[in-house]
């Protein structure tokens, strides 16, 4: 089973940054798509950055240049980067693991607070 645990969010100022982590267990993690993403209150979950198991990323383009997806296969963890942070990336930030290998396979983790204050 997957069982994906977020940390790092919180409270920060326009301008600042904050780094999320996604811890995750389970087997073959180095072979998972990993993504992170937002929602916001009254709008639907959005995606806001990705990595393929070959280090392939793609990002939204509200955060393209701020923002940086990595992961660490040795330690089962993605992290996002987040730099010049703006009020409107206010949001709860979820972890999303999928096994390409598993058709619908599809986990979330429980969520962290990112604020932004003006």
């Known amino acids: 089973q997957v069982q994906l645990v977020e940390s790092g969010g919180g409270l920060v100022q326009a301008g600042g940054s904050l780094r999320l982590s996604c811890a995750a267990s389970?087997?073959?993690?180095?072979?998972?798509?990993m993504g992170w993403y937002r929602q916001a209150p009254g709008k639907q979950r959005e995606l806001v950055a990705a990595?393929?198991?070959?280090?392939?990323?793609n990002y939204a383009d509200s955060v393209k240049g701020r923002f940086t997806i990595s992961r660490d296969n040795a330690k089962n963890t993605v992290y996002l980067q987040m730099n010049s942070l703006k009020p409107e990336d206010t949001a709860v930030y979820y972890c999303?693991?999928?096994?390409?290998?598993?058709?619908?396979?599809?986990?979330w983790g429980q969520g962290t607070q990112v604020t932004v204050s003006s």
């Open positions: 999303n693991a999928k096994r390409p290998w598993i058709p619908g396979d599809d986990f």
């Open positions: 389970g087997s073959s993690f180095r072979g998972w798509a």
């Open positions: 990595i393929t198991s070959g280090g392939d990323t």
